[in-house]
């Protein structure tokens, strides 16, 4: 095409500052592969808008994950040991699942992916994990056993298991200078996590600064509000209207619900395009996405012990207010007197020019 053919806006794309990204993403930790499986069901943007480039400016995205893989066996696991040699270069790892501690037996292994064809062993997942990081853009945990621990550290497990953090430390920084990146759920919000490989992409495109995480290491702007804060039901808390069985419609903090100290953005966000998710629907939140999860919040169906004081008050102070809420209301749901059929207006307007 001669440069005059060449529509006026194409001024507007920019090459990324990296042509590609790999991302090479282990399930091989204590897991159910939940996350995986969950991220399937995301939208914005969906794993197949990522792969095919829908949106422009961003590098060309290669995913290597053995849930969505077409390669199987020796083909697949090629991609971590290229990795491992350099020559993936930049690629994101992903962890999913719980990092067990393999020093703590003699012999065997927790949890392995491929065969060390040196010593015809397994090769640790633990030991991937400290081959590739240090190779790594960035290091992503997704779901909360690769952030935390999560179900599999809880107490009374034989693996000794733990969360990226703490195997790598907290103050780990990759080669880029960026630290690990927490995106917990059990399973992750599929939007949540597809959010945050986006805004890597950008920032490894050179268009985004810093991706901004918490102390916990998870991004801000998903995990800065709790639960409560963006619950649906929050007006019947605040009116001292509560549940006392499943399947109502009103708060369902006496039945369970933690939602007042977790910080997660599914009751906001919906599961899966604004549909679904915890307590907005009638399933109490039982902190899925926290660091003290779930030790911290069991038995499940107990409510929360920090609940009783706050809900005892918002009952005494909600009976007054949704007593005269309900005279206002009762106004309100009648209309004004002047709408109505006759040979007089009532509205109270008064002609000027005529
Ligand atoms: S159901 Fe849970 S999150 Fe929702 S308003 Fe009640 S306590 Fe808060
Ligand atoms: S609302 Fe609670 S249970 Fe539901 S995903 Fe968030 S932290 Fe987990």
């Not at 020796?74 to 971590?80: G, L, P, S, V």
């Not at 590739?132 to 779901?143: E, N, R, T, W």
């Not at 599914?266 to 779930?294: D, E, H, L, Q, S």
Request: charged share 20%; with cysteine.
């Amino acid at each position: 095409m001669a440069a005059e053919e060449i529509p006026y806006g194409r001024r507007t794309q920019h090459a990324p500052a990296v042509k590609e990204v790999h991302i090479v993403w282990i399930t091989a930790g204590l897991s159910c592969d939940g996350d995986s499986v969950a991220v399937t069901g995301a939208s914005q943007p969906s794993i197949e808008d990522v792969l095919l480039g829908a949106i422009p400016g961003l590098p060309k995205v290669h995913l290597h994950n053995p849930v969505l893989a077409y390669e199987v066996g020796e083909d697949f696991m090629q991609y971590y040991y290229k990795a491992e040699r350099g020559e993936l270069d930049p690629f994101v790892l992903v962890v999913e699942g719980s990092i067990p501690n393999e020093e703590i037996k003699r012999e065997g292994y927790w949890a392995a992916l491929g065969t060390d064809p040196a010593t015809g062993q397994p090769i640790t997942t633990s030991e991937w994990i400290s081959r590739l990081a240090p190779k790594a853009f960035a290091v992503v945990g997704i779901g909360t056993c690769a952030t935390y621990g999560g179900i599999h550290a809880m107490a009374g497990n034989p693996t000794g298991c733990m969360g990226l953090a703490d195997y790598l430390g907290w103050n780990w920084r990759s080669r880029a200078g960026i630290p690990i990146v927490n995106v917990p759920g059990c399973p992750v919000q599929p939007d949540n996590f597809m959010e945050t490989v986006l805004y890597l992409l950008y920032q490894a495109a050179g268009l985004a600064p810093m991706i901004p995480l918490d102390d916990q290491l998870r991004p801000k702007w998903l995990f800065g509000s709790t639960v409560h804060e963006g619950c649906d039901r929050a007006g019947y808390y605040e009116q001292g209207d509560f549940a006392n069985e499943y399947g109502s419609p009103k708060c369902i903090v006496k039945l369970g619900c933690w939602g007042p100290v977790v910080n997660c953005n599914v009751p906001k966000r919906g599961w899966m395009a604004g549909i679904g998710g915890c307590p907005n629907v009638g399933g109490i939140c039982i902190g899925c996405t926290m660091p003290g999860f779930p030790d911290k919040f069991m038995p499940f169906m107990d409510e929360p012990p920090g609940a009783r004081a706050s809900t005892g008050a918002s009952a005494v102070y909600g009976r007054v207010i949704r007593s005269l809420r309900s005279i206002t209301n009762a106004t309100v749901n009648k209309e004004p007197k002047w709408r109505r059929r006759g040979t007089e207006l009532t509205t109270g307007y008064r002609p000027r020019t005529y």
